[in-house]
Nanobody
Framework: EVHLVESGGGLVQAGGSLRLSCAAS????????IGWFRQAPGKEREGVTC????????YYADSVKDRFTISGDNAKNAVYLQMNSLKPEDTAVYYC??????????????????WGQGTQVTVSS
């Protein structure tokens, strides 16, 4: 059975940092694309960043480029999201997701097979 568990969310002031973790079980990261999505109240789920488990290719949405960094540890079946220079508009529930999809489709939530339960990130101004 596949499980994805996010952790590391919390409350931080603008300009601060958080590191989210996504721990996976039941499948091998090497064969999957892992994405981080976020959803703020009243908004659609947004693709933030993704990483290919097979070759480490990454993608970042313009809104987080140069502030967020995704990384993976295939030995631990874990993916991390380092978030720096956080802004109030980064406030959302953050989800990690896994799927056997074409990497060029990695920002599309409907392409993913498995989802975590989400972790709240709140950035105060």
């Amino acid at each position: 059975e596949v499980h994805l568990v996010e952790s590391g969310g919390g409350l931080v002031q603008a300009g601060g940092s958080l590191r989210l973790s996504c721990a996976a079980s039941g499948f091998t990261f090497d064969d999957y694309v892992i994405g981080w999505f976020r959803q703020a109240p009243g908004k659609e789920r947004e693709g933030v960043t993704c990483i290919s488990g097979s070759d480490g290719e990454t993608y970042y949405a313009d809104s987080v480029k140069d502030r967020f960094t995704i990384s993976g540890d295939n030995a631990k079946n874990a993916v991390y999201l380092q978030m720096n220079s956080l802004k109030p508009e980064d406030t959302a529930v953050y989800y990690c997701a896994a799927g056997a999809l074409l990497f060029r489709l990695c920002v599309l939530p409907e392409e993913y097979d498995y989802w975590g339960q989400g972790t709240q990130v709140t950035v105060s101004s």
